[in-house]
Structure formats: structure tokens, C-alpha cells
């Protein structure tokens, strides 16, 4: 079973700024095959990056993921007021398809 | 639009079952997957396993062979899932989630399982 690890478990930022969290893999990963969620209180997961670098229909450009093999990277640049949410990374490259524990972008 | 909609909330004794659906509208139902991820209160996303709609093989994680199973009805384009022999700790919001290519694009609103005597 493939381990995500989340870093930081929490990050505090202030609106307009850039978020960097971090998702190491505990062995590689296709690239192809690594995504990132956003969740808010009550709601459903939501895609914003998937094939480690490829945004989903409607996000917003300020979101960018990069990264191969065991670490990844989910930048969000200009931090909006509604970017502050639990942030999920999800490998797909194999069994089971295991997510990470999730990093929390607060408001500082 | 493309959309999922699962089944309400539910309450279950221990060592009951529960049964939860998903149906899907908006685009071709045995196009795409159909995996179930769960949430404890508080906690983070677990991948629970898949059912492909089209010819309705699926794939469990390990830690639920046994006790889970999944099924659809390609009639009214609804998935189910079916988690037997509940315990405390299987109280959870359950999603089921459209994969294609790109990953879960597409979830269902979260159907909340609460296990208590």
C-alpha cells in the first residue's frame, strides 16, 4: 500500500498570499496518477488537480500542482478568502487508492 | 447537469447492515467507475473500493473484503453500496464518486451512517 504523507498538517496565511503543502509518497508514483482535492466543512470533496499538474474543469489558475515520482506539490498563489479549506492528495496509481491525511489552510 | 445523488442519512444498530445508493443523471452511467470514499467525524477521506457499472466487477480495499459489496442497476443508473456486520467505528459520511481518466471528478452529496445501540 502506497503512504501519502501530508506536510504541513496546518498552515496559517493571510489572503494574498501563496500556499505551498506538500504530499510525499512512501514509494512512486506515476505521475499520471496523482490528485488533489479541496474539501470545506459539510461538503463534498472537490477536484482541482489531477495527473499531478492538470487542473480540473472551472478551477482557477491560481491553483498549480507539480512534482514526479514520491513528492508533490499543490501551490496556490493569491490566497481568496474561500481558498481556506482542507487540501487531500489521492494516489490512483495503484490498490488500494490511498489519500493523505489532508493539510488545513487556515487564516492566520 | 452531471451529478450524483445519494440516499439520506441513516441510523443502525451494531452488527446491522446498511444499504446506501448513489444515482447518477447528467452522463452515461456505464461510463465511468463508481468508487465509495468514507469520512469518520473529523477525520480524513478512506477509499473504500469501486464497482465498474458496465459489467459490474469491482474491487475492494482489503480492509473491507468481506463485509462490503457493491452493486448497481444500470435501469435507473444507481449504484449501491453495502456495508454488513457495522460497528462503531464504521459511523461515517459515505461518498460515492464518478473516475474516469481524470480522477473523481464528479461526488455525491455524502450520506451520513451513524452506528449506535
Known amino acids: 500500500e502506497i503512504v501519502l504523507t501530508q506536510s504541513p498538517g496546518t498552515l496559517s496565511l493571510s489572503p494574498g498570499e501563496r500556499a505551498t503543502l506538500s504530499c510525499r509518497a512512501s514509494?512512486?508514483?506515476?505521475?499520471?496518477?496523482l490528485a488533489w482535492y479541496q474539501q470545506k466543512p459539510g461538503q463534498a470533496p472537490r477536484l482541482l488537480i489531477y495527473g499531478a499538474s492538470s487542473r480540473a474543469t472551472g478551477i482557477p489558475d491560481r491553483f498549480s500542482g507539480s512534482g514526479s515520482g514520491t513528492d508533490f506539490t499543490l501551490t496556490i498563489n493569491r490566497l481568496e478568502p474561500e481558498d481556506f479549506a482542507v487540501y487531500y492528495c489521492q494516489q490512483y496509481d495503484s490498490s488500494p487508492r490511498t489519500f493523505g491525511q489532508g493539510t488545513k489552510l487556515e487564516i492566520k | 447537469q452531471v451529478q450524483l445523488v445519494q440516499s439520506g442519512a441513516e441510523v443502525k444498530e451494531p452488527g446491522a447492515s446498511v444499504k446506501v445508493s448513489c444515482q447518477a443523471s447528467g452522463y452515461t452511467f456505464t461510463g465511468y467507475y463508481i468508487h465509495w470514499v468514507r469520512q469518520a467525524p473529523g477525520q480524513g477521506l478512506e477509499w473504500m473500493g469501486w464497482?465498474?457499472?458496465?459489467?459490474?466487477?469491482?474491487h475492494f480495499a482489503q480492509k473491507f473484503r468481506g463485509r462490503v459489496t457493491m452493486t448497481r442497476d444500470t435501469s435507473i443508473s444507481t449504484a449501491y453500496m453495502v456495508l454488513s456486520r457495522l460497528r462503531s467505528d464504521d459511523t461515517a459520511v459515505y461518498y460515492c464518486a464518478r473516475v474516469g481518466s481524470i480522477a473523481a471528478d464528479i461526488w455525491g452529496q455524502g450520506t451520513m451512517v451513524t452506528v449506535s445501540s
Open positions: 514509494q512512486s508514483v506515476s505521475s499520471r496518477y
Open positions: 464497482i465498474n457499472p458496465n459489467s459490474g466487477d469491482t
